[in-house]
C-alpha cells in the first residue's frame, strides 16, 4: 500500500513537533504544517490525509473541516480531540471528519488511524462507540428546540407551548446536554448542520410551528400552565 501524505493544522508547536516524531517513527512523512487552514490552501506538496488537532466543544469547527475537504484538498481529516468533550466524536463524524484519536493516546493510536484513513475507513476509539448514537431527545424537548431554532425566546415558548417558563428552562438545560452544547447559538448551529434523524425531527417541528400546523398541545396543561405564563 502506498505510504500516504499527511498535513497538520495544529496551533500548538510543542504538539506539532509530537505529531511530526510520531509520523516520522513511522515512516510517514508530514508533507505541510500549519497554524491554520488557511496556510495549507496556498501551493504546496499534496496530501491524503490533513490532521487537525481542534476542540470539537466548538460547533464551529465544522466551517474548518469543510475548508480543509474543499479548499485544501483534503481527501480524509484525521482529528485529535484535545478537550475530554463526551459528544466530540459524534460531533466531528457529522461535521464530517473521518476519524478521531484523543490527545493522550497519540503516540499509541495516531499511526493506525491515519493508516485506516488511508484505506477508506473510519477510525474512532472503542471506549466512545455509544456516543456514537444520535442522542434520544422526547417530544417536549424536540418541540421546544425547534421554537429555539425559529428564533424564539423562553417566554414566547412558554406561550406557545402553554407551559411554565421555568418548564421551559429545564427541557432546554436536558436537551442542551444530550446535544454536549452550551448555548441557543451552538444549539441552533449543531441542528441545522446534522444530517440524521436529530436535524430532521427538529426541523420538521420548526417548519410546523411556522406554519401553524403544529400539534396542539394538552387542554389540561394549557389551562393548569396558563396563569402562571401570563404572570412571568
Known amino acids: 500500500?502506498?505510504?500516504?501524505?499527511?498535513?497538520?493544522?495544529?496551533?500548538?508547536?510543542?504538539?506539532?513537533?509530537?505529531?511530526?516524531?510520531?509520523?516520522?517513527?513511522?515512516?510517514?512523512?508530514?508533507?505541510?504544517?500549519?497554524?491554520?487552514?488557511?496556510?495549507?490552501?496556498?501551493?504546496?506538496?499534496?496530501?491524503?490525509?490533513?490532521?487537525?488537532?481542534?476542540?470539537?466543544?466548538?460547533?464551529?469547527?465544522?466551517?474548518?473541516?469543510?475548508?480543509?475537504?474543499?479548499?485544501?484538498?483534503?481527501?480524509?481529516?484525521?482529528?485529535?480531540?484535545?478537550?475530554?468533550d463526551g459528544h466530540a466524536v459524534r460531533r466531528a463524524l457529522e461535521a464530517g471528519a473521518d476519524g478521531l484519536v484523543d490527545l493522550p493516546e497519540l503516540e499509541r493510536a495516531l499511526v493506525p488511524a491515519v493508516q485506516a484513513l488511508h484505506a477508506g475507513l473510519i477510525a474512532v476509539p472503542t471506549s466512545v462507540r455509544r456516543q456514537l448514537v444520535p442522542p434520544a431527545l422526547s417530544y417536549r424537548e424536540r418541540q421546544v428546540l425547534a421554537l429555539v431554532v425559529e428564533g424564539c425566546t423562553n417566554g414566547e415558548i412558554a406561550g406557545r407551548l402553554f407551559l411554565a417558563e421555568s418548564t421551559v428552562k429545564s427541557h432546554l438545560a436536558t436537551a442542551f446536554s444530550k446535544l454536549g452544547v452550551r448555548s441557543r447559538r451552538d444549539a441552533t448551529a449543531l441542528i441545522l448542520q446534522s444530517e440524521d434523524a436529530l436535524g430532521t425531527s427538529v426541523l420538521t417541528l420548526a417548519a410546523a410551528a411556522g406554519d401553524g400546523s403544529a400539534p396542539e398541545p394538552n387542554p389540561a396543561s394549557a389551562r393548569r400552565f396558563a396563569p402562571r405564563v401570563a404572570e412571568a
Request: aromatic share 2%; charged share 30%; net charge negative.
Open 1 to 84: 500500500m502506498p505510504i500516504p501524505r499527511v498535513a497538520a493544522v495544529v496551533p500548538d508547536a510543542a504538539l506539532r513537533h509530537r505529531i511530526e516524531a510520531v509520523l516520522d517513527n513511522a515512516g510517514i512523512e508530514l508533507v505541510r504544517s500549519a497554524k491554520t487552514p488557511e496556510l495549507l490552501e496556498g501551493p504546496g506538496p499534496g496530501f491524503d490525509i490533513a490532521i487537525l488537532a481542534e476542540d470539537m466543544g466548538d460547533v464551529r469547527t465544522a466551517d474548518v473541516l469543510r475548508r480543509l475537504r474543499d479548499r485544501a484538498g483534503a481527501s480524509h481529516v484525521l482529528v485529535i480531540r484535545t478537550e475530554a
